[in-house]
C-alpha cells in the first residue's frame, strides 16, 4: 500500500520557472523524504525533514511540511532541463524505519 | 567510491522460471533493502537484510526470498516467475548507525521482463 499521494501527476515547464508538487499521507510520521528518479532508474535521496521540522531548503530546493495537513510540498526554483525526472515522497512511520513510497510527479522541463 | 551495483542490468524470463538478481551496497553499508518498482508507481519494500538476516518484509508472497552474504552483498531470488512480476528491482543500502535517520542510497536498478 501506498503511503503518501503526490500531485500533479505530470507537471510541464519552461526552463527558468519554479516547480511544485505537493504530497499528502494519512498517518502520522516520523520523517518525510523525497526522492528524485531519471528515466526509470535509481532513485537519488534529495531531502529529509522530520516531523518537528517545518521547513528545509537545500539549494534550490525548498520543502515544507504540515502535520496538522498532513502534506508536504517540495519546490525546485528556476528550473533546468536536467531537473526533468520523476520525484516521490516518501514517508518513514513507527518503528520500521522503512520509507513508503508514493506514485510520483512526472516533472519536464523544457529548455 | 563505488556507490551500490546491481546486476544484471536487464533480464527477460518467462513464466515459471526462477531469477536471482544481485546487489552490492555502498562501501560501509551493511543494511540492504530490496524494492519492487511496477511502470508508473512507486518503490514498494520487499524485504530488507541485516547482519545475514532477513529483518523485515513487505507485502510479498514467499516467491521472494532473498540472502544477504558476510561482504554484505545480497540476492534476491523470485521463483514461479509471473507476469506481473515484470517491474523494475531496486536495491538500497544504509548504514545501521542512521537506522533511525534512514537516508538509503539505491542503486541503478534490474528491468526485469517476464514474458
Known amino acids: 500500500s501506498q503511503q503518501g499521494e503526490e500531485d500533479p501527476q505530470a507537471l510541464s515547464i519552461q526552463e527558468g520557472e519554479n516547480a511544485t508538487m505537493n504530497c499528502s499521507y494519512k498517518?502520522?510520521?516520523?520523517?518525510l523524504q523525497w526522492y528524485r528518479q531519471n528515466s526509470g532508474r535509481g532513485l537519488v535521496h534529495l531531502i529529509l525533514?522530520?516531523?518537528?521540522?517545518r521547513e528545509k531548503h537545500s539549494g534550490r530546493l525548498r520543502v515544507t511540511l504540515d502535520t496538522s495537513k498532513k502534506s508536504s510540498s517540495l519546490l525546485i526554483t528556476a528550473s533546468r532541463a536536467a531537473d526533468t525526472a520523476s520525484y516521490f515522497c516518501?514517508?518513514?512511520?513507527?518503528?520500521?524505519?522503512?520509507?513508503?513510497f508514493g506514485r510520483g510527479t512526472s516533472l519536464i522541463v523544457h529548455p | 567510491d563505488a556507490g551500490v551495483t546491481q546486476s544484471p542490468t536487464h533480464l527477460i524470463k518467462t513464466r515459471g522460471q526462477q531469477v536471482t538478481l544481485r546487489c552490492s551496497p555502498k562501501s560501509g553499508h551493511d543494511t540492504v533493502s530490496w524494492y519492487q518498482q511496477a511502470l508508473g508507481q512507486g518503490p514498494q519494500f520487499i524485504f530488507q537484510y541485516y547482519e545475514e538476516e532477513e529483518r523485515q518484509r513487505g507485502n510479498f508472497p514467499d516467491r521472494f526470498s532473498g540472502h544477504q552474504f558476510p561482504n554484505y552483498s545480497s540476492e534476491l531470488n523470485v521463483n514461479a516467475l509471473l507476469l506481473g512480476d515484470s517491474a523494475l528491482y531496486l536495491c538500497?543500502?544504509?548504514?545501521?548507525?542512521?537506522?533511525?535517520?534512514?537516508?538509503?542510497?539505491f542503486g541503478p536498478g534490474t528491468r526485469l521482463t517476464v514474458l
Open positions: 516518501a514517508t518513514v512511520s513507527g518503528g520500521s524505519y522503512i520509507p513508503t
Open positions: 538500497a543500502s544504509s548504514p545501521t548507525r542512521f537506522r533511525s535517520y534512514n537516508e538509503q542510497f
Open positions: 498517518t502520522s510520521i516520523n520523517n
Open positions: 525533514i522530520r516531523s518537528n521540522e
